[in-house]
């Protein structure tokens, strides 16, 4: 098992900027990667980003390319979204999961986190 924490969402004007974190535990060793989804009110779950824990190498949505930098520090098991020039249109909860690499299909992820909010006004 896996657990996974999320933390840093709040509210935030546009234009403005959040990290996220997402702490990791349990059997951390079976994980590859780690990706950020969100999920807009009424909308699917969508990906964001994805980096994997070994040398670093990331993706990201078209969406975010630019605004969002994902990076992790291994010694903590925690993952980080940098998010910049945030826009109303990026308010979702936003989730961590472990998966096998950067892949951005949510079916590729086994353990997710309990999401954190991000709000941002206009």
């Known amino acids: 098992q896996v657990q996974l924490v999320e933390s840093g969402g709040g509210l935030v004007q546009a234009g403005g900027s959040l990290r996220l974190s997402c702490a990791a535990s349990?059997?951390?060793?079976?994980?590859?990667?780690m990706g950020w989804f969100r999920q807009a009110p009424g909308k699917e779950r969508v990906f964001v980003a994805a980096i994997t824990w070994s040398d670093g190498s990331t993706r990201y949505a078209d969406s975010v390319k630019g605004r969002f930098t994902i990076s992790r520090q291994n010694a903590k098991n925690t993952v980080y979204l940098e998010m910049n020039s945030l826009k109303p249109e990026d308010t979702a909860v936003y989730y961590c999961?472990?998966?096998?690499?950067?892949?951005?299909?949510?079916?590729?992820?086994?353990?997710w986190g309990q999401g954190t909010q991000v709000t941002v006004s206009s």
């Open positions: 999961a472990t998966g096998p690499r950067t892949t951005s299909w949510e079916e590729d992820y086994d353990y």
């Open positions: 349990g059997r951390t060793f079976r994980t590859n990667a």
